[in-house]
């Protein structure tokens, strides 16, 4: 089974003890909050058996767009 962790929002504001906001800040260079658009076009690549978990490095609630 594949699956597909999605972070929809760097950096993450929880700042708990366990993550390591501080590395992926220093490595990540996209955009910091995944839009609704952007969302949909990635996943137009993605095929339909891989498991899409929205559990990556953040609070999946603080990005505005993620109850579409």
Do not use: R, W
């Not at 955009?31 to 996943?43: N, Q, R």
């Not at 058996?49 to 559990?55: G, L, P, T, Y």
């Amino acid at each position: 089974m594949q699956i597909l962790e999605i972070t929809v929002a760097v950096p993450c504001k929880k700042k708990c003890e366990y993550c390591p906001q501080d590395v992926l800040k220093k490595a990540y260079k996209g955009v910091p909050i995944l839009t609704f658009d952007l969302f949909e076009k990635a996943m137009k690549n993605v095929l339909l058996d891989v498991v899409i978990h929205f559990s990556g490095m953040c609070e999946p609630y603080q990005n505005p767009d993620i109850i579409k």
